[in-house]
């Protein structure tokens, strides 16, 4: 079993009073909160803060906690020979127990025994590309999943659970894997896994919802001109025909050919005009240009000259 | 879908909960989820029916809400408040993601 030193988690000296205790646990919980907070790794930060406090708000627990001693954190040790008949429910291995089950576990397995109770809910980031989330994918989840051995004492099992994302997901969404969780105990309803999707940036398109965004570059004579270029879309390349006249920031709606949506429809596909220019003009082209600028009587900077100073 | 893999549901309006089950999934007793209603964090189906109904995507909000409530011991007016700003906060992401996809090159500065 791994030490973990609950104490400095919290930030509180070994003989910190209750409502020192509840004050650290506050602050820090108000600071990493993973419903509250954008702080890194917030959530982990989170789960050991609660876990220390779930042992020292409770009297017993924490007695039984500092007659651990205090160890280096992360270091393998085995209770003092009296600890597990004093505070121990049942016999059992420390070999391949983690010290917060441990103490979850603590004078709890008697009313597990009888009452009903259900099994924990799980909140699973799921990352899926933006084709992934396009056709629908199917995911393997690796868990860890606290169960009750025979005698009451919670272990963890390593668990796969095979899901398919259906088509239509998106980053923010979340799906449901009924059943899925921690087991209930004497009937109580098995808990469920929560998919948290994200999906991975994409080089080209933008996701905002179902909608897609995305650069269109046109060459300037394309834009002049008008022309029919090929835009790339999730199923597949299409034709945009472009009118002559287009200008640098006007967008283009592909209606439905954005991601489709869960129930019926699809989002938007908006291509963004952007005007490019070669990194190196040639002789030949540099001539050109320098022809047209003579010939012109395109003015770019009118609108500018005009109201600047309004 | 490859056999074996199971299909999640979606949790939003196209699937409905009975305030039981709101409760049982959550964690929140009824009379917190009632209460809740009352504050308008959470809007039933029909808010004039005797048996209130309410859409999958409350599931998410009431889980959260559960969880505040016990890892600060909020009462329900502070959660209320807490679950208000949260959304706001939620829904200024969305349009600030919006904005991002929106800027050419997703807002890469040259």
């Excluded at chain 2, 209603?37 to 005797?50: L, M, N, Q």
């Excluded at chain 2, 859409?55 to 505040?68: P, V």
Aim: hydrophobic share 35%.
């Amino acid at each position: 079993m791994k030490y973990k030193d609950y104490y400095d988690a919290l930030g509180v000296k070994r003989d910190a009073s209750d409502a020192e205790i509840k004050a650290a646990y506050r602050k820090l919980a108000r600071k990493f909160h993973p419903d509250v907070s954008k702080e890194k790794d917030a959530e982990a930060h989170f789960k050991e803060i609660a876990e220390a406090y779930q042992t020292l708000k409770d009297k017993e627990k924490r007695a039984a906690y500092d007659q651990l001693g205090q160890q280096q954190p992360g270091q393998d040790f085995r209770p003092p020979p009296d600890w597990q008949q004093r505070y121990g429910d049942t016999h059992f291995s420390f070999e391949d127990i983690d010290l917060a089950d441990l103490f979850a576990g603590m004078h709890g397995a008697g009313h597990r025994r009888s009452m009903r109770v259900a099994g924990e809910d799980y909140d699973v980031p799921v990352e899926i590309t933006l084709q992934q989330a396009f056709h629908g994918t199917d995911v393997a989840l690796n868990l860890s999943i606290p169960e009750f051995d025979a005698s009451g004492r919670m272990r963890r099992v390593p668990h796969t659970v095979k899901a398919h994302i259906p088509k239509g997901a998106t980053t923010g969404q979340r799906l449901r894997v009924p059943g899925k969780g921690g087991k209930g105990l004497n009937g109580g309803r098995d808990g469920d896994l929560y998919l948290d999707i994200t999906l991975q940036p994409h080089p080209v398109f933008r996701v905002s919802g179902h909608d897609l965004y995305m650069d269109l570059p046109l060459a300037p004579w394309e834009a002049v001109l008008g022309a029919s270029v090929e835009v790339p879309t999730p199923a597949g390349a299409v034709r945009l025909k472009v009118p002559p006249g287009t200008r640098a920031g006007q967008q283009f709606r592909l209606s439905g050919k954005g991601l489709p949506k869960p129930h019926d429809g699809a989002g938007n596909l908006i291509a963004m005009v952007q005007i490019a220019v070669p990194d190196h003009a040639s002789d030949k082209e540099q001539a050109l240009y320098r022809q047209l600028a003579e010939a012109a009587v395109f003015d770019a900077r009118k609108r500018l000259r005009e109201e600047a100073g309004k | 879908m490859t056999k074996g893999f199971i299909e999640p549901g979606w949790l939003d309006q196209h699937q409905q909960l009975s305030l039981a089950e709101l409760a049982e999934l959550s964690g929140l007793s009824e009379v917190e989820i009632h209460e809740l209603t009352e504050y308008g964090v959470f809007v039933p189906e029909d808010p004039e029916s005797r048996s209130l109904v309410y859409g999958a995507h409350c599931i998410t909000i009431a889980r959260t809400a559960s969880r505040l409530r016990s890892d600060f011991e909020l009462d329900t007016a502070g959660l209320a408040v807490t679950l208000t700003l949260l959304d706001r906060v939620r829904d200024l992401e969305a349009r600030i993601r919006e904005l991002e996809a929106l800027l050419p090159g997703g807002g890469t500065v040259i």
